[in-house]
């Protein structure tokens, strides 16, 4: 998989660069429009991240002429939310997706994963991590074949972070997808149902699922962590 | 009216002295009148006397006593025209006195006889009892025998003072309604050239930050008001300025603060999950990037403040139930509140139908709700009441927390603004979470209002413009809780 990054902000390409290639993606890097365009003509790619504010052509100018030279390709776009461009006109040039600034990297990881629609991104009804059994279809919700009950918002939680077992969910990231972007700011709300999820699927046993990663978020992994 | 306004005070001035000026004017022309027309009367009156000297009493030696009188009585046929005739002898005896006037206006025998010092021409207004007074002439005539006829003539003052008492009635009923009507005329002049500044100071009090784009009215008559408008102008247009400058700022800095928190921030997490590094060093990269997403959640909130303030927020304006939003709203965060122990009730009859920017307005609602469980101790109550209160939707959150005391109460919307060290040792906002509500409320046309008692608990009160009900269909239903 071959993902161009056009980003102008050298040490912001650098480090979304590092942390693609770490995923065994090989990553392009072109730090302006009239690079990109170069590239985008050069070869063949399966994303493109396109950052916004770029010097010369203009990232929304390249957008569009990505879209005439190729309308399949998927495009993340990377913004400082500036007034002039608002989500629906980035939508509107034909962006797929689009993330603010500042974002954390595993934001960025799992909105590559689903625009490239490969990875372990579990599509299966029922999602084991070790012995924890999570049916999507019923909602129900085993471990060690006990049924445990758990109440519409802990289920929620729960299975945004079976998604991706391992990868490390921000706060803000859980928020906004099992919340909604109203309740921006109020991450307290997450710890307090991690607490009601763990009483509840971690506490009884003692093999613990349900990882704090400091400072950076929650993951639902084998007990690896003291 | 207001006493201290310059309407006032500039007619109660005018009124005041124009009734002093007016008041003088009429004693003086009432004196001079009244000493003219008495002095004109009494001329006449002496000349009479003279006449009657020169006629009749310089040849009284020759035709007696009794001829003088006849002559007099038909000469001067005193009854007949009011007068009053007496004509006394050096040795005091009268040798002559007319009868009753025909108008009755005095009685001759009352008149007391004149001293006998009276000096050869002399008049004196005699006063009677029960009438006019008689205006009196009186002359030393020589008689031949040496000695002085004393000859008096008068008449009554009855139709002078009958004619003053008709001039000070006209002037009482004439004076006030003069003074009256000037005073309205006045007042009427005053209003309506002080009508600009009303204009001007009603205009300028709408005038907030939010709408330094308007402009006073200037009226154009080149005079003092006009300059005084323009000069209020020429502040606005600086305010605005200064205004804009300093909003352009916040958002510049807010937008180019991104770039070097996505690397820190990135960079951070990197390290964060490095499981090479020691677990103490990963705890202290955690506790960096506490701060950093502190940081850049600042960030986010300026930015979202500078682009209300720019009037963004009516992007996806749509109709909705207020009441809706609340109790879903409210349930989405009892958790929250349960956790602490604290009642959180919701009493909210749908609908409340408002119109507005949906996730915003939900925003509000999260943000007090939080405000409220995050300032009340274990154990308390937090209540949240929608209903319409005539024309508008209220909103209500009520907590038993620590509350505020007034001096905090009157900051609590400002940017940045935290009570005191109870409020500080939440971390976690920035002492902007109720400016950006203030500022959704002020975007959506509405308010919000705060009561608090220090100890006892808050209240926080938002109204916004209720809209035409809606059919329920209508009503994007969109927020039930997953």
Redesign the interface.
Known sequence: MRILLVEDERKVAEMVARGLKAERYAVDVAADGDAGWAMVNTYRYDLIILDLLLPGTGGLELLKRIRRHDPAVPVLILTAMDATASKVENFEAGADDYLTKPFAFAELQVRVKALLRRGPISRNSTVRVEDLEIDRLSQQVRRGGARIELTPKEYALLEYLATQPGRVFSRTMIVEHVWDQSFEGLTNIVDVYVRHLRAKVDDPFPAKLIQTVRGVGYSLAAGVEP | MRTGSIRFRLTAWYAGLLTAVVLALAAILFLHLKNYLEGTLAETQLRRARQISDTLIARVGATGDAYVGNEIASLYAPEKSDRFIRVTRPDGQVIYRSGPPNNQAFDPTAVPSASPETPWESRRKQPMAGGAALLIAAVRAPAGGGGTYLIEVGTSAAPVEAMFRHLLFVLALGLPLVVALATAGGYALVRHALRPVDEIAGKAEQITQHNLGERLPVPRTGDELERLSSALNHMIIRLDAAFQNSKRFV?DAS?EL??P??????????L??E?KLP?DH??R??????EV?RL??I???L?ALS?LD?G?AQ?EWIPFDLARLASV?AE??A??AE?RRIGLTCEAASPVPVEGDR??L??V??NLL?NAIKYTPDGGAVRLTVKPVGARASLEVTDTGVGLSAGDLAHVFERFFRADKTRSRHP??AGL?LAIVKSICNAHGGEIQAESTLGKGSCFRVLLPLVDDQPHSSMPQSDS??
């Open positions: 958002a937008h991104r770039t928190l996505t690397i820190l921030c990135g960079e951070l997490e990197d964060a999950q499981r677990a990963r705890e990269l955690g506790s960096l990037l506490e997403q850049a959640k960030v986010e909130r930015f682009r720019a963004e992007s709203t989405q965060m958790l929250l956790d996730s915003r939900k925003q609602v999260v939080d976690d906002g979470g809780a997953p």
